[in-house]
């Protein structure tokens, strides 16, 4: 079977003679995934295994390795073992890493993460998507079921992104061309796609961060405000809506000035990291933490909640350039 389905593989099976498969972690829109022994090398090792049925005009697990063996073992993103095709299937495998974003969320008591940990989070994913744009890629995926945290060999307390599928490369301003797509040809998570994707343009760097701040506010608040919508008409609409400090009351003010500065990028401009990077960690400077202030799924209390209101009752939502 193709993508929307799984693959015949089942835990025991080997792949290439190399790879043993241990476990099924997850299926989705690009083929299945397992924990696997790859005895490639002397001393076996566990590893994330990847795999799809090979279709040579619409490989995209090809694409996500194009994207990994350039990103690979760089600060927030997993190493790259070892690529193949097996028959009518084409597989990746690289370094096994924890659960996902969501996944520890879910299981946090308020289904909440506090202030230091929304902050400590965005900052190490801000670095990542910055690592993945300098590298020439876009991710048009950001969630939080593609962060993972270190798996057994790593630290709880680094993050990762993953899943590569729909990165495209970052456009210059002269390749760049206002192409209007299809309705149903909208790339992307809906909950966490920016504006311009419900606008039916492409994406450019600025809407890698959209999507991050929109986690922001979910992992802080619980949910987003246009959760349970699924007509994407109305999605689009309420998206609209939010201006910059409505969308991110609940959060330090710094979060709504970068919401903000983002909105207004042009799709082709790179946006100004260094300075997101400052306004974290004023956050950090003002409540007392710092990097490696544990997360919250790293102590076994939760923290008491230092809330923010924003005194701005601005209801007109900001332009998107």
Same mark, same amino acid.
């Given at each position: 079977?193709?993508?929307?389905?799984?693959?015949?593989?089942?835990?025991?099976?080997?792949?290439?003679?190399?790879?043993?498969?241990?476990?099924?972690?997850?299926?989705?829109?690009?083929?299945?995934?397992?924990?696997?022994?790859?005895?490639?090398?002397?001393?076996?090792?566990?590893?994330?295994?990847?795999?799809?049925?090979?279709?040579?005009?619409?490989?995209?697990?090809?694409?996500?390795?194009?994207?990994?063996? *350039? !990103?690979? &073992?760089? @600060?927030?993103?997993?190493?790259?073992?070892?690529?193949? #095709? =097996?028959?009518?299937?084409?597989?990746?495998?690289?370094?096994?890493?924890?659960?996902?974003?969501?996944?520890?969320?879910?299981?946090?008591?308020?289904?909440?993460?506090?202030?230091?940990?929304?902050?400590?989070?965005?900052?190490?994913?801000?670095?990542?998507?910055?690592?993945?744009?300098?590298?020439?890629?876009?991710?048009?995926?950001?969630?939080?079921?593609? *962060? !993972?945290? &270190?798996? @057994?060999?790593?630290?709880?307390?680094?993050?990762?992104? #993953? =899943?590569?599928?729909?990165?495209?490369?970052?456009?210059?301003?002269?390749?760049?061309?206002?192409?209007?797509?299809?309705?149903?040809?909208?790339?992307?998570?809906?909950?966490?796609?920016?504006?311009?994707?419900?606008?039916?343009?492409?994406?450019?760097?600025?809407?890698?961060?959209?999507?991050?701040?929109?986690?922001?506010?979910?992992?802080?608040?619980?949910?987003?405000?246009?959760?349970?919508?699924?007509?994407?008409?109305?999605?689009?609409?309420?998206? =609209?809506?939010?201006?910059?400090?409505?969308?991110?009351?609940?959060?330090?003010?710094?979060?709504?000035?970068?919401?903000?500065?983002?909105?207004?990028?042009?799709?082709?401009?790179?946006?100004?990291?260094?300075?997101?990077?400052?306004?974290?960690?004023?956050?950090?400077?003002?409540?007392?933490?710092?990097?490696?202030?544990?997360?919250?799924?790293?102590?076994?209390?939760?923290?008491?909640?230092?809330?923010?209101?924003?005194?701005?009752?601005?209801?007109?939502?900001?332009?998107?350039?």
């Amino acid at each position: 079977m193709s993508r929307g389905g799984t693959t015949h593989f089942q835990p025991g099976d080997v792949i290439q003679q190399h790879f043993i498969l241990r476990k099924r972690l997850g299926t989705g829109g690009f083929g299945d995934i397992f924990q696997a022994t790859s005895t490639l090398k002397r001393k076996p090792i566990e590893v994330a295994l990847k795999v799809d049925v090979y279709e040579p005009t619409d490989n995209w697990l090809g694409k996500e390795v194009q994207t990994l063996s *350039v !990103v690979g &073992g760089k @600060p927030h993103f997993p190493k790259f073992i070892h690529s193949g #095709i =097996d028959g009518h299937y084409f597989f990746y495998a690289m370094e096994l890493l924890g659960p996902n974003l969501y996944e520890i969320r879910k299981k946090q008591r308020t289904r909440t993460f506090s202030i230091q940990t929304t902050v400590n989070v965005v900052i190490q994913l801000l670095e990542a998507v910055q690592t993945l744009h300098n590298c020439g890629f876009i991710h048009r995926d950001i969630k939080p079921m593609n *962060v !993972v945290i &270190g798996g @057994p060999s790593k630290a709880m307390h680094d993050l990762y992104l #993953i =899943d590569y599928g729909l990165c495209i490369p970052v456009l210059s301003r002269e390749q760049y061309q206002e192409t209007l797509y299809e309705e149903s040809n909208i790339i992307g998570t809906f909950h966490y796609c920016s504006p311009t994707t419900h606008h039916r343009r492409e994406c450019g760097r600025r809407d890698d961060i959209i999507s991050l701040l929109y986690m922001a506010v979910e992992m802080r608040l619980g949910k987003l405000p246009w959760a349970g919508v699924t007509d994407m008409k109305e999605l689009r609409k309420v998206k =609209d809506s939010y201006c910059s400090e409505i969308l991110m009351e609940g959060l330090p003010p710094e979060f709504a000035e970068i919401f903000m500065d983002v909105l207004g990028l042009q799709a082709t401009t790179a946006p100004d990291y260094a300075r997101y990077l400052k306004l974290l960690k004023q956050v950090q400077k003002r409540l007392s933490f710092n990097n490696r202030t544990p997360f919250d799924w790293e102590i076994s209390q939760p923290r008491a909640s230092i809330p923010y209101k924003s005194p701005i009752k601005a209801t007109k939502s900001d332009p998107v350039q």
